[in-house]
């Protein structure tokens, strides 16, 4: 049976995430340790402790979904994925999980990465919407007349399953944008808590400053494929790899895409490793015949 491991993005944390980790493994705590010197901050003790608030401070937020995830896949005995996928941020920790990256190496461009995102979020006054139970092919179409009106930034930035997209944009665009989804039938068209607008043009200065740190890491041959966001396909070449990783700060996150292609590929069952189980029930709306499990 091919069996898939997938790790999630921002907006799985919670109080207490990793605690009974770093409490019952020696391996666990190690690597909470060494994160905590690699960020300059005992990022351990805002999870263990921290408020919902502090964990959403996307410069701590990034850091700690990729270190639980990694820690839940390692704690997993003999874990070998045929193949591998992680949303938005989950990324990271899926080439970890396939050997690209070294946990050093991934952790530093996951930090990188957040503190980008967060000095971008703040040039530009932007947010993020999901609209529920409307067309994938309406709601480009939404976004692309409101682009083409207004000259606001409007873009799809997460497929998350049919029915549920996550639009990203200026704040008087996603407005605009989300009275019409309304208007054309959606079931809901909801602003999310979320810092800024990822995934979409918005985050073109982060690019650049995550560009230069992925250029000058060092990425090894993966044990298995990665299907990566942007492309929503098998990846294996490295090259290809760091390129997909830089477009996806600003290109969408096509997970309906990449779970179909996975399944398409033999994928049977799937493990979410990292906090939450949110993307367990996004994978059974996808597709209701495979086997879903998590490891937390």
């Not at 919670?14 to 666990?28: E, I, T, V």
């Not at 999980?97 to 946990?103: C, D, H, M, R």
């Not at 959606?186 to 979409?200: I, N, T, Y």
Request: glycine share 8%; charged share 20%; proline share 4%.
């Amino acid at each position: 049976m091919t069996h898939a491991f997938v790790f999630p993005g921002q907006g799985s944390q919670f109080p207490g995430m990793g605690k009974d980790h770093y409490d019952n493994s020696a391996f666990a705590r190690k690597l909470f340790e060494q994160a905590n010197e690699m960020l300059g901050f005992r990022i351990s003790d805002v999870m263990f402790t921290g408020s919902e608030e502090d964990l959403k401070q996307t410069n701590v937020t990034q850091p700690a979904v990729f270190l639980h995830s990694v820690i839940a896949f390692k704690s997993i005995d003999g874990a070998k994925p045929d193949m591998v996928a992680g949303h938005s941020l989950g990324e990271f920790s899926a080439l970890v999980a396939n050997g690209v990256l070294s946990f050093e190496d991934a952790l530093n461009l996951v930090s990188i990465r957040a503190k980008a995102m967060q000095k971008a979020c703040e040039v530009t006054p932007s947010t993020m919407a999901a609209v529920l139970a409307l067309a994938d092919e309406k709601v480009e179409e939404i976004c692309q007349a409101v682009q083409a009106e207004t000259g606001e930034v409007v873009v799809p930035a997460n497929y998350n399953c049919p029915g549920q997209l996550v639009i990203s944009g200026t704040v008087k665009g996603i407005d605009i944008a989300c009275e019409r989804m309304k208007a054309a039938g959606a079931k809901r068209a909801l602003v999310l808590p979320v810092g800024g607008a990822f995934h979409s043009p918005l985050m073109t200065p982060a690019r650049e400053e995550l560009k230069a740190a992925i250029e000058s890491t060092t990425f090894y041959a993966p044990t298995c494929p990665v299907y990566q966001n942007v492309v929503a396909r098998a990846v294996i070449e490295r090259d290809e790899i760091k390129k997909n990783l830089i477009e996806q700060l600003t290109g969408a996150v096509r997970w309906t895409q990449s779970v179909e292609a996975m399944i398409a590929n033999g994928a049977a069952k799937f493990t979410e490793a990292g906090p939450g189980k949110v993307l367990q029930g996004l994978i059974l709306k996808i597709n209701k015949t495979v086997t879903t499990e998590g490891v937390s």
